[in-house]
């Protein structure tokens, strides 16, 4: 995508009839070469662009009647073509060469959160959303990996979404079966890194969780309370019983 510097040098209004006159000069550029600068100066009338200079044309181009032939009068005067001509390495590039280092050095440091959501299909009884947050610029990688090995099946994402603030987001979407004891983290590599940033998943953390893994969740806390009961039973029965009475209960 290239970038561009954008500079307007000249507004003028008519009070007499509301008409509005106004010239647009414009640097676009994919470099701070000088051959990967286009320089154009337009001049609009009443919002209708009429007359342009475009560096890589070399020349004014009319494009109403008396665009024409304003251009064809520019075009012979060859002090003022000269001049124009110029503008791409005397005006553009100038403020490329100091602009261009700040917008290319900008970058903010993405902020991630996982969450689960229900399936998008029947394959499997589980998803993961990986959202990436606030960073800048819009090139980054967000991957999956279970047990440290990257997944490239059942992945899918969305493109890098303008925020409208110099930022982006992103979604980055998992599907799969649970298996007990594994990990599954979020890894996002980004210009602002220095390492990737890994974000492990925390199934505690999810409201969503499938029929077998409640199940055993469910029967595990059941098994841990009644040994705790047992446990100070026990207990108790063994402190009485070292104080050589027992007490047993009446009716």
């Not at 509005?20 to 000088?34: G, I, P, Q, V």
């Not at 399936?119 to 980054?140: E, G, R």
Request: contains cysteine; charged residues 20%.
């Amino acid at each position: 995508m290239a970038s561009s510097f954008l500079c307007l040098l000249f507004i003028s209004l008519s009070t007499a009839d509301g008409f509005m006159t106004y010239r647009l000069s414009r640097c676009d550029f994919t470099s701070t070469e000088l051959k990967d600068i286009q320089f154009t100066d337009s001049y609009y009338y009443n919002m209708i662009e009429i007359i342009r200079f475009d560096s890589n044309v070399g020349k004014f181009v009319g494009f109403t009647d008396f665009g024409v032939k304003t251009a064809e009068t520019w075009n012979n005067i060859p002090a003022r073509l000269a001049s124009m001509r110029a503008q791409k390495g005397t005006y553009c590039k100038s403020n490329i060469d100091v602009r261009y280092h700040k917008l290319t050095s900008k970058s903010a440091r993405p902020t991630v959160k996982l969450h689960s959501t229900t399936p998008l299909s029947s394959h499997h009884p589980a998803m993961l959303v990986c959202s990436v947050y606030d960073f800048f610029p819009s090139k980054i990688k967000v991957s999956w990996h279970r047990d440290g090995q990257e997944v490239t099946s059942d992945v899918t994402s969305t493109e890098e979404m303008e925020d409208g603030d110099w930022y982006y987001q992103t979604h980055c979407y998992l599907e799969y079966t649970p298996r007990s004891g594994e990990k599954i983290s979020c890894v996002v590599e980004h210009a602002s890194l220095e390492k990737p940033l890994i974000t492990n998943w925390d199934p505690s953390s999810s409201s969503f969780m499938p029929k077998t893994e409640r199940y055993k969740l469910a029967i595990g806390a059941s098994g841990l309370i009644l040994c705790l009961i047992l446990s100070l039973a026990g207990f108790i029965y063994y402190r009485q019983k070292a104080r050589g009475r027992i007490l047993v209960p009446t009716h």
